[in-house]
């Protein structure tokens, strides 16, 4: 892995556009499925196999008010656009308590979780609020340092990475809800990586708050990337070496979850892809021969993939690269690094 100084094009003012910053109004949105949902008068079970409890915060968000706000994979994965309202919300609604409970879990285990920082994504929704309130109204709880993906009269949302202890702790007028793996994931990266002919790397942004310098970043994308070779698992067990690359796979597919948190077809799309990826060995020499650039020490870096491995050949290595990334803490956005074309190259 290699660490290049790349100041050619900086990331930051840019995070509007990584996370599609919406406008105040999507006219496509069914309004009964974009509405905020109440709490449900029942505890339901956390898919983990946890005691019984209800989700931390009065109100939680259907997966179409999280499409509303920030596009990405998560509407395939959920299939907002195949299944039925109440489908998809069932499986966007089983994965959100997977996530929770997995931060129960750890908070009841003491692992870290007094600074342990997650991704959240925090709307604040008292309508008719002006921005600047509604700004001044989260900053208030999860302190400085987070990015701001939509700002409308029915709510502003923002990103913020913040401990569980803060994040079930907020009040009743802000929604938390846990940045899953695939709302990191812009939407369009799996078609082109699959339909490219030759994908140069990702550009991937790091979350609010962490206060990153040059040196601090290249240490945690150092991290991630070892850690995609974790010789334990999450509890501590030492792997064997057959085990070792199915790590991403378990953490990614959900594979210890209790009830479906994923579109089948989408479960079936990744297992695959994971399979004949990392999982069957191929991409060590991909992941050692990775290039990386920091764009802006604060908010993200490129990976970069040489030529030699721009093939078709490893393409399942490209999709096992998203999912060991979008499983950092640490890492917010990830998409395909963008082609530039000279439109007048005679001048």
Known sequence: MVFNAFQGFILAGLVSVRFSLAQGSVASLDVKNSTVLLRGSTPRRWPLGDEDMAFPSEYRFSIHDFHSVLTSEASETFGIHRLSGSKSNELWLNAIEYEWGKLQTRRRLGTNTSVTLSPYLVCDIEEGKVGEKCHSSVESHFGPGMATIYNGYDKSCYIVSATYQVAESAPSYLVVTPLVVEGKIREGVLDEIDSRDALKGLQLIFCPGLGLDEESAKNKVTSIIDGFYEREDNKGRLLSNDSLNLQISHRFLRTDA??????????????????????????????????????????????????????????????????????????????????????????
């Open 258 to 347: 209790l009830e479906s948190t994923r579109h089948e077809e989408m479960q079936q799309f990744w297992k695959r892809k994971l399979q004949d990826g990392i999982e069957a060995g191929l991409c060590d020499e991909f992941h050692n021969n990775i290039e990386v650039e920091i764009d802006d020490f604060d908010d993200g870096f490129t990976v970069m993939v040489p030529p030699e491995f721009q093939t078709m050949e490893f393409r399942e290595c490209m999709h096992s690269l998203v999912a060991g990334f979008s499983l950092s803490e640490s890492i917010c956005s990830i998409e395909t690094k963008p082609e530039f074309y000279a439109l007048n190259s005679v001048a």
